[in-house]
Structures are given as C-alpha cells and as structure tokens.
C-alpha cells in the first residue's frame, strides 16, 4: 500500500532494468566508502538500503535500488576481491597495477568483475552498465572508454564461453 491506501503495482520491466541500474552505481558507490572510511560491509550496506536508496537530496528523489543485486555485488566483491584484483590488474597495463588507480575506478571494476564472476548477466550488459556508471563519475573524461577497455578484457577471461 502506498501512503494514500491504494495498492502499489510491480515494477515494469523498463523500472526494473533501472531499479538495476541503480544498483549497480550504489554498489560502486558503497564499496568506494568502505575504502574511503575503512568502514564495515554491514555498516555501509545497512546504510545505502536504509537512507539512500528512494532519499531525496535537494529535492531529487534518488531511484530505488533493486536490492538483491546491490547486496550480492558486495558481497562476491568483497569475498572475492582478491581474485577480481588479480583479473583487473591482469586487464591493466604492468605500470598501472589496481593500487594506483583512482578509487572510483577501483570500486567500478571490484563491483564489475564481481558480477562477471558471479553471476549470470550477460557479459556485454554487465559492460554496459558498467561504462554508463563510469560516465556518470567522469561525464567529461577518458574513463569510460578505458573502463570499457578494461571491462571487455576481465569479461573475456572471466566468462569465454560469452564471446
């Protein structure tokens, strides 16, 4: 039930895609806290599900995250961070290893190769998604052609089967 009494209606297939969407850039964003604050998953995960998925900042209402996704990608980003640390810096050029590299950057491609690794999206929409989150942290820059770069290269090892 919304606030008026009337019932509210299942997400359409268009608000789910978007729902994930949003997921997937609150995920970039929880783990780039974590980093930033040296603060727990649980704190930060309770945090984003709590006060800032639907919030309203300056009178714009943030889009809800789809949950299950937003919490899956922490979770197999930081139980697997090591391995997708590997794979990225692997995609990475030797002078650049994933310790050097903006820390946006660095939650972008640990919430990427988590979903590579872990679940079943197809390769080129978790690349995608991913460059269009890229685009949202750096509308002006190169990041989103080299987070593309980097994404088709851990997906490519991630997932062969895929292409």
Do not use: C
């Not at 606030?3 to 969407?21: D, E, L, V």
């Not at 995920?27 to 639907?54: I, K, P, T, W």
């Not at 990608?73 to 391995?83: E, G, R, T, Y």
Request: glycine residues 4%; proline residues 5%; aromatic residues 8%.
């Amino acid at each position: 039930m919304t606030s008026n009494g009337s019932q509210s209606a299942a997400p359409s297939g268009n608000q789910k895609r978007k729902m994930k969407s949003a997921a997937r850039l609150y995920a970039v964003q929880a783990l780039f806290q974590m980093e930033q604050r040296d603060q727990s998953m649980d704190f930060v995960v309770a945090e984003f599900l709590n006060h800032r998925f639907g919030a309203v900042y300056d009178d714009v209402e943030m889009i809800e995250g789809d949950a299950t996704l937003f919490q899956k990608l922490i979770v197999d980003a930081v139980n697997h961070q090591a391995s997708i640390d590997q794979m990225t810096d692997r995609a990475l050029v030797a002078k650049w290893p994933i310790a050097r590299i903006d820390p946006t950057l660095r939650a972008l491609f640990r919430s990427a190769g988590a979903e590579l690794k872990e679940a079943d999206t197809p390769p080129k929409v978790v690349i995608s998604e991913f460059v269009d989150v890229a685009r949202a942290f750096f509308p002006d820059g190169k990041e989103p052609k080299f987070v593309n770069a980097v994404l088709d290269h851990m997906a490519r090892e991630a997932r062969p089967e895929a292409f």
